[in-house]
Structure formats: C-alpha cells, structure tokens
C-alpha cells in the first residue's frame, strides 16, 4: 500500500492495514442492503473499501484531512452509494443529521476518540439517529470506557457511556496491524442506544458536570465537592441516601444518575 503523505499525528491517523481485522470489524456490523452506514475518519478507505462491499444502501465517509478525502473520491468514483464529506466530525454532529437507523464505524483518531464518543452520547434527541457504535479506541480507553464501579478504571467515561448506551467488548488489536505502528494496543467496542431510559435528564450536561466535579478528586471523600455542587443542601443528602464518606469510585452508576437528577431538579 502506497502513503500520499506522511501520517499526520496532530489527526490521530494510524491506519489499519490487516485484512483479517478489517473483515472481523465489517461483520459486527451486521450491514444489510437497505442500511445507511456512516465512517468517522475514513483515511486510505481501507474499511470503507471492506464496507462498500456489503452493499448498503449509502455510506457516508467523513474526513478531515482535504488530501485525503480528494484520494477517497478518486479512490471510490465508481461507487455511487458513497458520498465523502471533508469535514471536522466534530463540527459535523452539530448539524442536524438527516438519516436515521444509521450503523457508525470509526477507527476513531486517539487524540479526540473520547470527545468523539461523548458528543455522541449528549445528542439532544434520543433514540438517536444511529442504531449502532462499532468503535475503536486505544486498550486503556476502552478499560475505562467498560470498567465497573469500585475499580481503578471507574470514572466519568464509565458513567457517561453506560448512562445512554449498551455498551460491549469485542476484541482487542495489536498496534501491529497498524501504519505507523502506535505506542499501545487498541480494542474494539459497540455501542447500543438503550431505548428506554428511566433515568432521562433534561439537560445531558448535567451529568457531564457533576461526574467532572465528583471525580476531580478520586482519592478523596466525595464530601467535600458534593456540598460545592449543593451547598450543602440537606434535603438532597436525604432524598439519595447517600454516604458523603465515600470515594467517587466507590458509587455506582445509578447514584450519578440520580445526583444529576437532583441538580437539574435545583438548577435546571
Ligand atoms: N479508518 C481508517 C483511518 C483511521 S486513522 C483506517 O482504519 O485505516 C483516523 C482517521 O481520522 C484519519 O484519516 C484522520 O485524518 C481522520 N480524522 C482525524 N480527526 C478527524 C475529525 N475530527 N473528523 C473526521 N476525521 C478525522
């Protein structure tokens, strides 16, 4: 395979290039002929190549880098379900995006991958317009994306995700099977909206805000930033039930979920 360019780091763009992945990757996606597929990060097409193939009914492959978007328009010309978009996704899921159903893959760039999925979590509407998350992320990424309460791994990723999403492990990928070889390995997970939440917020974040206030000291008590978020309101300490002495970690899902309710209850 030939490179245009030298791999850009400032764009995450480490490019998988083993065969047996990429169709491993494709098949979790569970494509059909009436599907709309979307790619985060397209790169050399390599898994657009892999998805084309499956024959849904349109792709849309998101890239960043200008040259690169131009190679995958020359590169797909002759396939009229795909369109390329050479934009920032970032900016991109601000806009209202028109399909629905839609199954998204991403090999996402390490360096936003997180920001990346979060903005994928907090969309206004829910059900969201996709059905499914075939995501990759770095190893340590995804441990804290799946990790359970009262480990090290614990933390606002954990909360976030499994607040909105079912979340599963597929599998994990050595930095081998990547142009230029990364520093760690990577890992593969899927994401499904959860259809029915009890727990809904007005205001998605809310709970962004009290995970990032709760965890900014995960050695300590949670005490103290709790009476920060309520000043010291005591009828909410009453209505959670909640044991100030514990650390962030030591919560469960559900009690995050249930102190942002009480902050929009409060705050709005
Ligand atoms: N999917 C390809 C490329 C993965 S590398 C493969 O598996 O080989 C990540 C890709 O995301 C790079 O092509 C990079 O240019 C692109 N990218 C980086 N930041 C992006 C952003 N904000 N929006 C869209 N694409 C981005």
Not at 125 to 152: H, S
Not at 156 to 167: D, H, I, P, Q
Not at 239 to 262: G, H, M, Q, V
Request: charged share 30%; net charge positive.
């Amino acid at each position: 395979m030939k490179f245009l360019n030298i791999p850009k780091k400032s764009l995450g763009q480490n490019f998988l290039i083993d065969k047996n992945i990429i169709n491993k990757i494709i098949k979790i996606g569970n494509i059909s002929k009436n599907k709309t597929v979307m790619e985060i990060g397209a790169g050399y097409g390599n898994l657009t190549q892999g998805i084309i193939s499956m024959k849904p009914k349109t792709i849309y492959a998101i890239e960043k880098d200008k040259k690169l978007s131009l190679f995958l328009k020359k590169k797909f010309k002759d396939a009229e379900n795909i369109k390329i978009i050479n934009k920032d996704f970032l900016n991109l899921i601000k806009e209202n995006f028109i399909d629905s159903n839609v199954i998204v893959f991403g090999n996402l760039p390490y360096n936003i991958s997180t920001q990346i999925l979060a903005s994928l979590i907090m969309l206004k509407k829910w059900p969201p317009w996709y059905d499914v998350l075939i995501l990759m992320f770095q190893k340590e990424v995804a441990d804290r994306i799946i990790a359970k309460t009262r480990t090290k791994e614990f933390g606002r990723l954990s909360v976030l995700s499994n607040w909105r999403l079912e979340v599963q492990k597929h599998f994990d990928i050595s930095k081998n099977c990547f142009y230029p070889k990364p520093k760690i390995n990577s890992t593969l997970l899927s994401f499904k909206p959860k259809k029915i939440n009890l727990l809904n917020l007005k205001n998605p974040h809310n709970l962004e805000k009290i995970t990032r206030i709760l965890f900014s000291n995960r050695r300590k008590m949670i005490n103290k930033n709790f009476n920060k978020l309520f000043n010291k309101n005591k009828t909410v300490i009453k209505n959670l039930n909640i044991d100030l002495s514990k650390r962030p970690e030591e919560l469960s899902n559900e009690t995050f979920y249930k102190i942002a309710r009480e902050y929009e209850k409060l705050f709005g």
